[in-house]
């Protein structure tokens, strides 16, 4: 089955160390996403990636860093820098960056700092 | 940025119609969007609409845009318990990148 798989479903972290959320996905989509959900509250961009090597800051990047060294798999870092980085964390991707191109989903890691 | 806003919560009973609103503030945005996440789980997406069309059918579901007031609508016919979830409005930013603004999400809660 094709799909998006993120890895830990949950994961904890204790203040001042880097924690790498994996995203990987098997649907040979270009573009890939990472966003942020706090409760009661919309998605917020952090970073995205249209194509391998190559990758662009979202709305809330400070704090965060990523990679795109294969098209499967785009991990996001959430570096000691990020000053609240409990949150519900999304990885997304599409065949292409544009609109109309279904954005399919990851079930999502949940980060709580400790 | 763009703003994208939508209320809360909507409690609705079972087999009534569910409709939930949004707000946007571009109007440059091409495409919008309606999401379904469950709880502690990913997005789904429902359905979207193109700016051009006011308004789309599939199945129980219909969405209302009405362009010139920059308000898109979500109705749910016949809502299920099944339906329960939070609902997200989102809307493309307007370019060719398919990056989008989110809404808060409404929380439906549907009574038996």
């Known amino acids: 089955d094709g799909g998006i798989t993120q890895s830990p479903k949950y994961l904890f972290r204790k203040e001042g160390q880097n924690v790498t959320l994996s995203c990987e996905q098997n649907l040979n989509h270009d573009a890939m996403y990472w966003y942020r959900q706090d409760p009661g509250q919309g998605l917020r961009l952090i970073y995205y990636?249209?194509?391998?090597?190559?990758?662009q800051k979202g709305d809330i990047a400070e704090g965060y860093s990523v990679s795109r060294e294969k098209k499967e798999s785009f991990p996001l870092t959430v570096t000691s820098a990020q000053k609240n980085p409990t949150a519900f964390y999304l990885c997304?991707?599409?065949?292409?960056?544009?609109?109309?191109?279904?954005?399919?989903f990851g079930q999502g890691t949940r980060l709580t700092v400790v | 940025g763009e703003d994208v806003e939508q209320s809360l919560f909507l409690s609705v009973r079972e087999g009534d119609s569910s409709v939930i609103n949004c707000t946007y503030t571009?109007?440059?945005?091409?495409?919008l969007y309606w999401y379904k996440q469950e709880p502690g789980a990913g997005l789904q997406l429902l359905t979207y609409?193109?700016?051009?069309?006011d308004m789309k059918q599939d199945q129980r579901l219909t969405v209302l845009l009405n362009k010139k007031d920059k308000h898109l609508s979500l109705r749910i016919a016949d809502t299920q318990t099944g339906d329960s979830a939070i609902y997200f409005c989102a809307a493309d930013r307007g370019s060719t990148l398919g990056r989008l603004y989110f809404g808060r999400g409404t929380q439906l809660t549907v009574w038996p």
């Open positions: 997304a991707s599409s065949p292409q960056d544009r609109p109309n191109t279904e954005a399919f």
């Open positions: 609409i193109f700016s051009n069309m």
């Open positions: 990636s249209q194509i391998v090597n190559d990758f």
């Open positions: 571009d109007s440059s945005s091409t495409y």
